[in-house]
């Protein structure tokens, strides 16, 4: 399936609302099995020491993830995050966070997707941290279903 | 060692600044070992959907395992996260999260947590999401270091 | 769903085949969403310290867990391991492994299970390894279609 | 530090040592930040469904990072696995399977590598599998201390 240039924009778009756009987090590149975002950095992405906090970087590399397999998946479905593990490679400093997305896996219905987070500064950018994020495509209808949305049996 | 008064309640006031000030988690209870908060839901914490975003329950699950990890180190000492893994185990909804962490592996240097995010509604409380987080105790004075914290080598 | 007396037997039995019958995985202890397993320790389990190896741990981990969702589905369909990760809280030495695992997210087709392993010396029992892992259950008529299991698209 | 020819035989042939011997894990490539290993498939190495078992890729994927991680320390230390997450991409089938594991994190202490799994068949090469391993260089003789190791305060 191609990724059509609708669908990007689209997805460009509505990447950022809800936590995403109260976090500032923006869409930068989206192709097929691919999204790139970045954040410019302001005082409430800190945590105690001055560094970004990792939950910033999470919840980046978590979305930027979610967001690469929506565009292999058709508009009927929608993605969530199964789970994910990140590795914090170093303190993150300096202006700006970019988020690089790739599915490593696609199904129809399970994608794993690996998403580098770096750092930039005035005169370099750093690998900040790393993470593997499993996904699942989920039809639209059922999310409304609430609880029932997986197959939760309860 | 044990956890003095005075340290539970600087830890209390000290979690929420920066990132997690900013998203409106609150201490609620602090113990050697063991640390406890949580989150009024505001339309903020949603995505796309209209669940609670998944980098909301992550900040919280690290940043809370960060705080138990906290109660068991001297004041010399800051806490990093290396890494976390972090399942979700339902699609989170209601008026609040609440999030508990407890210390499995107390070290000196590293420590693991595990975190437990809940879900209040009207009625009930759900498990929505599970953490394992791996924390490094690091000298406060080493911090001002950059990158030359945790010995990275460049 | 209960779980009959005949399907426990069956899974306890069904337990040790293939690489886990050669590396001496036995069970112990059936129930519903539970799952308990040990290894009386050979020379062949350790690693170039003398301690046990992490992939020995990390084997029973996944495999207890997987046969703790066996205990929640019907017999028409297999359990996979789509991902996990494994906490190694301290060096394992000791007489045997022990494993404890159960079932922390029941779904149709997603499962959620969360191991512990002890190692246990003359004296003591002390937890080494703690792992979340995710499972899924397949209808067993697709696991002959090899890579079309879980859907992949090439 | 460069690695020497002498050191990269050495651990060429340290690497197959207990479990790993066991498995039948071989060395095939060693180079600075970079390990190679591979395994010729046996029935022992499949699980209840006739694929390569989850546990065997660990396993793998584990100990290949390890030795990555040793081509970047001295002969003084040690290389022990603090944790790891893996994803299974699709069912491993073949005659074979490879390993390829590059440290992303170079750290005196703290040392992140990823790991590549790959089946091979008569006609192709597939991944199918994904690891994130967190290790850590220990002074060698710190580890006859057994539960010292790792400052574990007990």
């Known amino acids: 399936m191609e990724l059509s240039k609708e669908r990007a924009e689209f997805l460009a778009r509505d990447f950022s609302r809800g936590f995403i756009a109260y976090c500032g987090f923006a869409a930068d590149e989206v192709k097929r099995g691919y999204f790139r975002s970045s ?12 560094f970004v906090h990792a939950g910033v970087m999470a919840a980046m590399a978590d979305h930027t993830a979610g967001y690469a397999g929506f565009t292999l998946i058709d508009e009927e479905h929608q993605i969530l995050t199964i789970e994910f ?70």
């Open 85 to 154: 593990k990140i590795n914090f490679l170093r303190p993150a400093q300096g202006d700006s966070l970019c988020c690089q997305s790739r599915v490593i896996r696609e199904g129809r219905q399970l994608l794993v997707a690996e998403s580098e987070v770096f750092a930039t500064g005035e005169h370099e950018e750093k690998e900040t941290a790393r993470a593997l994020v499993t996904l699942m495509a989920v039809p639209g209808a059922k999310l409304s279903a609430g609880d029932q949305v997986l197959g939760l049996r309860e």
């Open 39 to 50: 954040l410019r950095l302001r005082p409430e992405h800190r945590q105690q020491d001055g």
